[in-house]
């Protein structure tokens, strides 16, 4: 079983919302705007430079949003990692973690070859040094190691130490780069001629506007901000306010600055004579994209004679290094998370007593960041960064949606994004659109980011799965029992809380699994206190198997029966979550009849069940060991009438058993449902002859009294009552309750809510 001794450790909480913001802005502003303008622009045209980055960054804000809901809700260190194992469990969590920690360590290396780029290029330009290719591309490496390990030092000193730097480092390479912003659109608004740079506005010889998306993706890596951001949910004031608004606040900044930037490029470089490549005198955007990764240094230093090379370092200096120290700072986190989880060795998760820095985890992420630095290229870098990055914003929008559908009510928020689900959905779109488009740029980086993924796998089969510890979002198997392998297709569970919820289920579950020749699954969900370690969860099995073993003393003779007992903090999440693994088919529930939670129409189990359930369910309400004789039947159409009716001619009695199927018209108004031919179009499928079947109408405005009415007559002494249930969302029904809440709350006689599944929402509730 799953280790539950936690490891000690604690990391500290110093960094303000200024600081976070400015870790955000420095991740951003780094490589993406100096190796990535004169690429862009070379590829897409002036115009698509600006679009580059004008869309990254309406993409970015999609996925900030999921990520700053997500991060005031769980705000610890682990960022994405923290948000796949409350969404997902254990497995698909380790592989987020996994490619968290190489994304911020692949960045961090694209941002150590920038600084050397630039710094090898101005050195020699002064005629300090001269150096052929082949030496200039060992020296680019040797100071890219060497700029790295002095800021793996700075975050070994501390978090405190690490985001002031990092804030002053961020502010003055902010405040250089709109410098160079302001000094483009002076030169744009005197020199009106310049504004022709930007003819043709996109690059057809490339493939026009679809270009544009070859560029958003190698520029991805530089919207990135807000996950370095959420790795800092231990070590920021007030957390759950901060981050989100660090988040957005950086987003917004970054995409301004960026916008910017292009257009002052676009406009730095005057058309003439001049401008040769090859002989031949070409545009500004050709010119300045045919330098590439320099092209940025290029233009400025076009832009600004005799000082643009100085201004232009001092950027990078400043804009690299700070994203640097980011990019470590979030990857040491990634690192430090799966250790304290023991996802990897508990050393990853040693904590310097002194420092309070995760002092393991940052030299494992040191060896990756100058590995990576003094191996490829940059553009491989920079494609690898973009691709693991994608990848991870993908997975976080996913979870965002599922935790908000799964969880909304386990959650404290401290913000909710709005328009939801429409932001992730938009973004994880945008997403596998930019993944897919750097596969001709970028197929080394895919090779390796598939290397990486695949020795993810080998590590959690080998090691992460048997070491794990039990998290507080996790569903736990404490006890399971297979069942025979012959038996039909049809699956159906049945949850049982104790003896008495069990054996009331006895005679239901027998009439429906002999009617569909069925399995029979038997679930319980330890409750266990939550002020209880999770491995203590065994210690409260016992209702359950008491539960459980006397149900199978009458089912098991007559059906393939299989049990399992676990556990979840959430009754409901973990009913959900066995169907879904189980592939369940029908499921059948209890329901005591009364309330015990605000905010919910018959229960804080029943009601996300009801919503969430990928199946069929039926929720029984007093029904006892009875046979029926005599039912009543409310039907208005649809699948939930359907299937009310395919149960009731189920467990009504065989020899003398009859149902009334009633429906409600208001006064004085025709009926509009035929509840004649609705029984009659699906009288074949009924195991039941149709004479059996009486039909009746009310006229009254008050549906749901007129049932209950009907329900409680003296003379229609009817013994169970059978209902369609409501699927609709929990946030809607908290408006109003549903005619079917109000009758099962408020019927005193034996009664079944039946729930269908419909084809899209089930396949919905079973993926999400």
């Known amino acids: 079983m799953a280790r539950d001794d936690r490891i000690s450790s604690e990391l500290s909480r110093d960094l303000s919302l200024f600081q976070i913001t400015m870790m955000g802005v420095g991740m951003m502003i780094g490589a993406g705007v100096f190796l990535g303008t004169g690429k862009s622009i070379g590829i897409a045209g ?14 970015a804000i999609f996925t900030a949003m999921s990520y700053a809901e997500l991060s005031s809700a769980i705000p610890r260190a682990g960022g994405a990692y923290n948000f796949a194992r409350v969404a997902f469990g254990q497995g698909p969590s380790f592989m987020v973690g996994w490619m968290e920690w190489f994304a911020s360590s692949v960045a961090g290396s694209l941002y150590a070859v920038c600084f050397a780029t630039y710094m090898v290029r101005f050195v020699t330009g002064l005629g300090l040094i001269s150096l052929g290719p082949t030496m200039s591309s060992v020296t680019v490496r040797v100071v890219a190691a060497a700029i790295a390990i002095v800021f793996i030092y700075i975050n070994y000193r501390g978090a405190s130490e690490m985001g002031r730097i990092g804030a002053v480092i961020t502010l003055g390479q902010t405040l250089l780069l709109l410098m160079i912003g302001a000094i483009g659109v002076a030169v744009a608004v005197y020199d009106p001629e310049r504004l022709k740079n930007f003819h043709p506005f996109i690059n057809h010889e490339t493939g026009g506007w679809t270009s544009i998306l070859v560029t958003m993706g ?42 910017i930037i292009a257009f002052a490029t676009v406009v730095a470089v005057k058309a003439g004579p001049d401008l040769l490549i090859d002989g031949e005198i070409v545009a500004p955007w050709k010119w300045i994209g045919h330098y590439g990764g320099e092209g940025f240094g290029a233009a400025i230093e076009k832009l600004l004679p005799g000082w643009g090379a100085i201004i232009v370092t001092l950027a990078v200096v400043f804009a690299s290094t700070s994203a640097l120290n980011a990019t470590v700072y979030s990857a040491t986190r990634s690192s430090y998370a799966l250790g304290r989880e023991a996802m990897l060795p508990p050393i990853f998760a040693r904590v310097s007593s002194k420092r309070k820095t995760p002092y393991v985890a940052l030299l494992f992420t040191s060896l990756i960041v100058i590995f990576v630095a003094t191996s490829l290229n940059s553009d491989q870098v920079a494609a690898g960064a973009s691709i693991m990055f994608l990848m991870l914003f993908l997975v976080v929008n996913i979870c965002a949606i599922r935790i908000r559908r799964n969880m909304g009510d386990e959650l404290h928020y401290g913000f909710i994004m709005p328009l939801f689900p429409l932001l992730p959905v938009a973004a994880i779109v945008c997403q596998c659109i930019l993944a897919l488009s750097l596969y001709e740029l970028g197929r080394t980086a895919w090779i390796i980011a598939a290397l990486w993924i695949c020795t993810g796998l080998l590590v959690y089969r080998l090691y992460s799965r048997h070491h794990a510890i039990v998290g507080e979002g996790d569903v736990l198997v404490l006890e399971e029992e297979p069942a025979a392998e012959d038996g039909g297709e049809y699956r159906i569970m049945v949850a049982v809380a104790n003896l008495d919820n069990a054996l009331s289920f006895v005679r239901t579950t027998y009439s429906i699994s002999g009617a569909m020749k069925a399995r029979v699954e038997l679930l319980h969900m330890v409750p266990v206190p939550s002020h209880v370690p999770l491995s203590q969860a065994y210690r409260y099995m016992q209702d359950g198997r008491e539960a ?8 098991a003779p007559l059906f393939p029966i299989s049990s399992t007992i676990r556990y979840c903090r959430n009754v409901a999440r973990g009913i959900v979550s066995a169907v879904r693994q189980k592939r369940t088919d029908l499921l059948i529930m209890g329901w005591h009849g009364r309330k015990t939670s605000r905010g919910f129409d018959l229960g804080s189990t029943v009601d996300p069940v009801t919503e969430l ?45 009859t149902i009334t199927a009633f429906t409600v018209a208001g006064d004085g108004e025709d009926l509009s449902f035929d509840i004649n031919a609705f029984i009659a179009s699906r009288v074949d499928a009924l195991d039941l002859p149709l004479a059996r079947i009486v039909t009746k109408v009310a006229h009254d405005h008050r549906t749901a009294h007129a049932i209950l009415q009907e329900a409680e007559s003296d003379s229609s002494n009817y013994d169970l009552v059978i209902i369609g249930s409501s699927r609709e969302p929990l946030l809607r029904r908290v408006r109003r309750q549903s005619v079917p809440d109000v009758v099962a709350e408020l019927c005193a006689k034996p009664l079944i809510m039946a729930s269908a599944s419909s084809g899209l929402h089930s396949w919905i509730n079973r993926w999400l």
């Open 46 to 59: 002036p115009g698509g430079l600006i679009l580059t980055f004008a869309l990254n960054g309406l993409v």
């Open 218 to 259: 190698f520029t991805a890596v530089a919207f990135e901000g807000y996950e370095v951001i959420a790795q800092a949910g231990d070590e920021a004031i007030d957390p759950r306010r901060n981050i989100p608004k660090a988040m957005i606040y950086s987003v917004f900044a970054v995409t301004v600055t960026y916008v």
């Open 613 to 657: 359930a990928p199946c069929d369910l039926l929720i029984l309400k007093n029904c006892g060991d009875h046979k029926y004789k005599n039912i009543l039947l409310p039907l208005v159409g649809g699948p939930n009438s359907e299937l009310a009716l395919k149960t009731a001619a189920i467990l009504a009695n065989r020899n003398d058993g």
């Open 548 to 555: 459980i073993g006397e149900t199978m003393l009458y089912l």
